[in-house]
């Protein structure tokens, strides 16, 4: 991709969220919560976008393991990061919707809230894996073992409300009857594409990032064998010094 | 090498999480409730101080404001419990509001000393008509 394909990409991703946060302050006030529901077109995107990230990851994850090319390694390793920051928004705006209408930030015996967070750490620790080892290939293929079996945490988060009798409300949107009204839900889908954009330009980025890095990581390792061979020079013997 | 060290345990912290979670100190709050109806049922296993959580509807026209805090009914449409709270209720608290108090049987009331609001899914305008509560039973 050209340069003016990336630039145009965040262009388009900022417009998104500019029109995206346009639309939510147009939205009427909640009947019981008034302007506090408004969270929801950042908190909802979040969420869903995280568990699109993590998938994303482990399918990159399964499609190295196949094929062995670096690409589905770098798409894996930049979804799982867009993953955790997709999750920390949820986990965050969450917790500032949850103190007016709940009356508490965090509640430690939810299923919704503790899976999450625990959902959110596993993939820290993703990152920090990729992190520890140096050697690429068997980082790549720890890493896709991790991002696949990590993956069950998605749906537990999911059907985490169904599941368990929790604070966190149930679900709104993907069901029959979906309780919620034309403008919320208008709104909702405007974000959730907004939040799809910005996403989208976050992987491109990321992976651009991630491939040159790897390209540096190669010349540098080709630069340091040339020093070392430099570093050794042969005795001169045909020149022996005067005062022997 | 490294990665062992740093792997096994991470693994095993994950899995003393998730086990406390299920079969831990959680496990009792993975009812994270009590409707009236199981707390009446079960009222036998909460001798009086014995610390519980109680979710439900506050009935219409039984909030009373009281020196130390909010007297109200609470139901889940089967059964109903008097609830005593001591504190401020939350800014969203009001008649026919899902809420999860916290505390403990006080003969037949139940005497709490937190409260917080149980919000159902429904996203509505101000405008559009009837507010239906939530029957407090669902998950």
Known sequence: MRERSYQALSLMAIAAIAVGFTV???????????????????????????????????IGGAAWLIRKTPIWDRVAAASAEVGVFYTALALMTGMIWGYPVWGTFWDWSDARMMSTAIMFFVYVGYLALRRSIPDPETRARRSAILGIVAFVQ????????????????????????????????????????????????????????????????????????????????APNLEEAPDHV | ?????????????????????????????????????????QHVDFPDGERFRLGGLVTEGTVETTSGGVTFIVTDGDRSI?????????????????????????????????????HDEEYRSEEDGTYVPPTGTSG
Do not use: C
Not at chain 2, 97 to 116: C, K, M, P
């Open chain 1, 24 to 58: 939510a302050t147009t939205v009427p006030p909640e009947r019981v919560q008034g302007e506090f529901a408004k969270i929801m077109f950042v908190h909802v995107p979040s969420a869903w976008l995280a568990f699109l990230a993590f998938g994303v990851t482990m």
């Open chain 1, 154 to 233: 998605v749906p537990l988060v999911y059907f985490s409300v169904t599941l368990f009798r929790t604070l966190h409300q149930g679900t709104t949107v993907v069901r029959p009857d979906a309780p919620i009204d034309p403008e919320f839900l208008r709104a909702l889908m405007i974000n959730l594409a907004a939040f799809t954009v910005v996403y989208a330009a976050f992987m491109t980025w990321r992976t651009r990032l991630a491939r040159l890095e790897d390209e540096l990581e190669e010349t540098e390792a080709v630069a340091d064998f040339e020093i070392a061979g430099s570093g050794i020079t």
């Open chain 2, 1 to 41: 090498m490294q990665y062992k060290w740093f792997v096994l345990p991470a693994i095993g912290v994950i899995v003393l999480v998730l086990g406390f979670m299920m079969f831990g100190g959680l496990g009792d709050n993975l009812i994270y409730y009590l409707t009236p109806t199981e707390a009446v049922d």
């Open chain 2, 82 to 118: 008097t609830v005593v709270h001591t504190g401020a209720p939350p800014q969203l608290f009001r008649e026919n509001i899902g809420v999860v108090v916290e505390g403990a049987w006080v003969g037949d009331r139940f005497e709490s000393d937190t409260l917080i609001i149980n």
